[in-house]
Structures are given as structure tokens and as C-alpha cells.
């Protein structure tokens, strides 16, 4: 349900927006479960917008990637976001780190901080480089020029 409502809210809003929004209300959820999460209403609430949140990546990054470089290697770039994923795996151990040194509490804290840094970071610096570099590489990409197979900065003739 996430990923169709997130691509069109994208589409309506931005992607960094989206971004902004989401990452922000799953960080918010994330210390809401941690501190009301005993309470089974709050828990399921909870726990209903961690997920809710959760799945917005794999609709908004490749999006992002194609309305900034072009869908020529949209693919290609995809499959290289795709390996975040098993790159945050690796950070799984940490988990397990800090809830030995500081009990589950810690766990969800770094994770809501991280989590917001992201929506953060999204909103305030992912935003204006986007725009930076979409403005040098001398091309706007519009909705058709997105979904043609023309590189960023490529003449449709070519």
C-alpha cells in the first residue's frame, strides 16, 4: 500500500518532500512505540505507521534517480540502490550492540534519530543538490523526458 500512495503523493508534492514527510513520521512512530508501546492500542497504532512508512524507498529512489539522470540506466541504478538494502543489513549486528549496552530503548532511539536525520537530510541537502545538478547538466527532466531513453543532457534526436 505504501509504495503506489508514496509514488503519487511524489508526484503531487516532490520527491524530497515525500521523503521529508515520511522519514519524519516514521522516526516520530518509532519513539512513539518506544515509549507507549506497552499499551497494546498505542502498540498496534504504532506499529501500523512504522509500516505504513517503511516502504516508501523502493517506490521514491528509483524515481528520484530517473527524473535526475534519465531512464536510459534507470535499471542499472536502480539495482545499485537496491544494494542499500543489503548494505543496512550488515548494520543488524549493531542492533544487537546497543541493546546489550543500553536495552531496546537505545535501539529505537538511534534508529528514530538516523531515520530522522534522513527526512532531514533529504529536505535540506539531498533538494538542492538534485536541483543543482539538474540545472548544470543543462536539462530539466519532465515527466516525458523521463520516461524516454534519452541520457540526462542528450538530444531526443540522438
Known amino acids: 500500500f505504501t509504495r503506489p500512495l ?4 511524489s508526484d503531487k508534492i516532490g520527491r524530497e518532500n515525500t521523503m521529508f514527510a ?17 499499551n497494546p492500542y498505542a502498540f498496534m497504532t504504532f506499529a501500523a505507521l512504522i509500516f505504513l512508512f517503511w516502504g516508501e524507498i523502493f ?5 528520484i534517480c530517473a527524473d535526475t ?15 542499500a538494502k543489503g548494505t543496512a543489513a550488515l548494520l543488524v549486528p549493531l542492533a ?6 543500553g536495552g531496546w530503548n537505545l535501539v529505537f532511539i538511534v534508529s528514530a534519530v538516523i531515520t530522522i536525520a534522513a527526512g532531514v537530510s533529504a529536505k ?10 539538474i540545472e548544470t547538466s543543462g536539462t530539466r527532466v519532465s515527466l516525458a523526458s523521463a520516461t524516454s531513453s534519452s541520457p540526462l543532457g542528450a ?3 540522438e
Do not use: H
Not at 508514496?6 to 503523493?9: D, E, L, N, S, V
Not at 519524519?24 to 506497552?38: K, N, P, R, T, V
Not at 535540506?124 to 545538478?133: E, V, Y
Open 59 to 63: 517506490s521514491i529512489f528509483p524515481a
Open 124 to 133: 535540506f541537502i539531498l533538494a538542492p543538490m538534485r536541483a543543482r545538478w
Open 6 to 9: 508514496c509514488g503519487f503523493i
Open 22 to 38: 515520511i522519514f519524519i513520521g516514521e522516526g516520530l512512530a518509532l519513539l512513539g512505540m518506544m515509549e507507549y508501546g506497552q
Open 96 to 101: 544487537s550492540v546497543l541493546s546489550a549496552a
Open 155 to 157: 538530444s531526443s534526436g
Open 69 to 83: 539522470f534519465g531512464s536510459k540506466y534507470a535499471a542499472a541504478n536502480a539495482g545499485t540502490l537496491y544494494t
